[in-house]
């Protein structure tokens, strides 16, 4: 295509952005023309991304949609594009984006118009992150996501919010400076940050090892992996719903496509080199969160704590190195990104009701919130993998390729499915089942239009691709095969060349 739609997918919500910046902010109806802005620029971007999918060829692994353009002469390029593993990260950027500005309504109470703006400027930044084909870019949109969300902690989320958001910051931004020097170690040794020509080119084994755990330092800190996961239960706390929304859905993926972008992609070798790491504190995650998840008693703790077990999953299976681990790891983090999105609404909405994330406020709320309570059940039943979710099929795959590696590792990740089952169990019992104690709930009301359209419209893919991922595995299939051969083939000539200097 002549026509940039990349760029046009990243620049759309930062006009929108400024059209919401010159509206006045000195009555009601300007707050509800920002809010139509905001959510008028999101939908479009959402279709247009829906027609970007129906444009890719998915029978091709090479780049699609390529924008090439100098930018810094002779260092860096503006150069963006697409393959089958990021288009769908660009596609549930742009669909949880507007699903996060109709869920505002009883949220947000002041700034209505600068927490538009910062929604906007972060849709636009995480499909930077997506497209970016360059380090530097990569870069670039990958840390300037940590503005918006700094703001939107600090500024619009609870008593504690200011410590939340400088934890938050601090331990994101500290974990990505040695990123920041790799990049520039690669452009040293190779002369380059574009992705294609690293790909092509090779990294020499003799920096991949330090130039993994440079990547992998920021990495860890964005999936979350244990022991850097501490930020992530009071980021999600102290967020506004929405913000909760966002850094459930989006914010936590980059860090597992970093992984299988650049980890496996640039550092092969040193990727089987450091394997064992990844298990052992993917199986941590898995095991010992959930346990932590199991003793909380905030809905919104534990659902945070749900999100480090399943990114456990997600990095054990990218690190398996199969096609299924590969598929269903990229399944899974769709899958939690819509699953962890509607349960922290799920909370959100009890929350606005009656300004209370303690389980023990709640009991009994299935006789005055039946609606509420289907809904809740439907995403209690994904978040635990049954089958007919899209989280059985992302797990599915992910033990499937841990069993191909090693036994015991997938059996010790089987019990994070018994622990999800008990935590989400749980919840769900103290919440919708037991005696209506409370007398403040008889007040309450179900679910209105609005909460029902952001719930089921999240509910419907969940069911759709737990009955049929075709379209999912579809799309990245070709791209993970591409990957894995590239990764063999470097082990290959690796073990080739030292065995060659073995013998001399």
């Given at each position: 295509m002549n026509f940039p739609i990349l760029s046009s997918l990243i620049l759309l919500p930062l006009v929108g952005s400024l059209f919401i910046l010159f509206v006045k902010?000195?009555?009601?109806?300007?707050?509800?023309?920002?809010?139509?802005?905001?959510?008028?620029?999101?939908?479009?971007?959402?279709?247009?991304?829906?027609?970007?999918?129906?444009?890719?060829?998915?029978?091709?692994?090479?780049?699609?949609?390529?924008?090439?353009?100098?930018?810094?002469?002779?260092?860096?390029?503006?150069?963006?594009?697409?393959?089958?593993?990021?288009?769908?990260?660009?596609?549930?950027?742009?669909?949880?984006?507007?699903?996060?500005?109709?869920?505002?309504?009883?949220?947000?109470?002041?700034?209505?118009?600068?927490?538009?703006?910062?929604?906007?400027?972060?849709?636009s930044l995480m499909i930077g992150v997506f497209c970016s084909l360059d380090l530097i870019i990569f870069y670039l949109f990958f840390e300037g996501g940590l503005i918006p969300m700094f703001l939107i902690i600090g500024i619009w989320g609870g008593t504690r919010r200011v410590y939340s958001a400088f934890k938050f910051f601090l331990f994101t931004l500290l974990g990505s400076v040695l990123m920041l020097v790799a990049i520039i170690t690669i452009y040293w040794i190779t002369g380059t940050t574009d992705v294609v020509q690293l790909y092509e080119l090779g990294i020499d084994w003799k920096y991949q090892n330090l130039l993994w755990l440079a990547f992998f330092s920021s990495f860890a800190v964005k999936t979350p992996m244990w022991p850097v996961h501490t930020w992530l239960p009071d980021a999600h706390v102290e967020a506004p719903t929405a913000g909760s929304v966002f850094l459930a859905a989006i914010l936590l993926k980059l860090a597992g496509y970093g992984f299988i972008r650049f980890s496996l992609g640039l550092f092969p070798i040193a990727s089987d080199f450091f394997t064992p790491l990844i298990y052992s504190l993917s199986l941590i995650a898995i095991v010992f969160i959930s346990l932590v998840a199991l003793m909380q008693d905030d809905m919104k703790k534990l659902i945070a704590y749900s999100s480090v077990a399943h990114m456990?999953?997600?990095?054990?299976?990218?690190?398996?190195?199969?096609?299924?681990?590969?598929?269903?790891?990229?399944?899974?983090?769709?899958?939690?990104?819509?699953?962890?999105?509607?349960?922290?609404?799920?909370?959100?909405?009890?929350?606005?009701?009656?300004?209370?994330?303690?389980?023990?406020?709640?009991?009994?709320?299935?006789?005055?919130?039946?609606?509420?309570?289907?809904?809740?059940?439907?995403?209690?039943?994904?978040?635990?993998?049954?089958?007919?979710?899209?989280?059985?099929?992302?797990?599915?795959?992910?033990?499937?390729?841990a069993f191909q590696k090693s036994f015991i590792v997938a059996a010790i990740a089987s019990l994070g499915v018994i622990f999800a089952a008990a935590y989400m169990f749980w919840l769900y019992k103290r919440v919708v089942f037991g005696n209506l104690i409370n007398k403040e709930l008889f007040k309450i009301p179900d679910l209105n239009r609005s909460e029902i359209f952001i719930l089921w419209s999240l509910a419907i893919p969940t069911l759709f691709f737990g009955f049929y991922p075709e379209p999912l595995i579809n799309t990245i299939e070709i791209s993970i095969q591409d990957l894995i051969q590239m990764y063999d083939l470097n082990l290959s000539f690796y073990a080739e060349f030292n065995g060659d200097n073995l013998i001399k």
């Open positions: 902010s000195d009555s009601s109806n300007n707050y509800q023309s920002s809010k139509y802005v905001a959510l008028f620029t999101s939908f479009v971007n959402f279709f247009i991304s829906i027609y970007l999918w129906y444009l890719f060829d998915n029978t091709i692994s090479e780049f699609q949609f390529i924008e090439d353009k100098e930018w810094l002469r002779g260092f860096v390029n503006y150069k963006v594009g697409i393959d089958g593993i990021s288009i769908l990260f660009i596609l549930l950027t742009t669909f949880i984006t507007p699903l996060s500005i109709i869920s505002i309504n009883n949220s947000i109470s002041f700034r209505l118009k600068e927490f538009l703006i910062a929604i906007l400027v972060m849709e456990g999953f997600v990095t054990l299976g990218i690190f398996t190195l199969t096609q299924q681990g590969l598929e269903g790891s990229i399944i899974q983090m769709i899958s939690h990104g819509l699953v962890s999105a509607a349960l922290f609404l799920c909370v959100g909405i009890l929350y606005d009701r009656t300004h209370s994330r303690l389980i023990s406020s709640y009991g009994g709320i299935v006789s005055i919130m039946p609606k509420y309570a289907v809904v809740l059940m439907i995403f209690t039943l994904a978040a635990i993998g049954l089958p007919g979710t899209s989280g059985f099929i992302g797990e599915f795959l992910i033990l499937l390729g």
